[in-house]
């Protein structure tokens, strides 16, 4: 059984650190794009950060020097660490992958985890 499972979310105060993980398991082969995505209460999915198996990664304009994706293929984990969090970083964050092509495009991606609630307090 294909699965994804994130953890690291939590309630932190801003300019505070969080680092997601995302493991991945039951796949043949995890796929060529892995990306986060996060959705606030009342709004749309959107895509946050992706990263590609060659380590391309691309982000948000909102999140652009503060979060960084990063992987361990020896691991099967996706990782988000967020730094310098706001209050509009607040929402459930997931992790998605698949063959691609790769993009911070929710119809793109076809597996995708349960969440981790991230919650950014002032």
């Known amino acids: 059984q294909m699965q994804l499972v994130e953890s690291g979310g939590a309630s932190v105060q801003v300019g505070g650190s969080l680092r997601l993980s995302c493991v991945a398991s039951?796949?043949?082969?995890?796929?060529?794009?892995m990306g986060w995505f996060r959705q606030a209460p009342g709004k749309e999915r959107e895509g946050v950060a992706g990263?590609?198996?060659?380590?391309?990664?691309n982000y948000a304009e909102s999140v652009k020097g503060r979060f960084t994706i990063s992987q361990d293929n020896a691991k099967n984990t996706l990782y988000l660490q967020m730094d310098n969090l706001k209050v509009e970083d607040t929402a459930r964050y997931y992790c998605?992958?698949?063959?691609?092509?790769?993009?911070?495009?929710?119809?793109?991606?076809?597996?995708w985890g349960q969440g981790t609630q991230v919650t950014v307090s002032s």
């Open positions: 998605a992958v698949d063959q691609g092509p790769c993009g911070l495009y929710e119809p793109l991606f076809r597996y």
């Open positions: 039951g796949f043949t082969y995890i796929g060529h794009c």
């Open positions: 990263i590609q198996n060659d380590g391309v990664t």
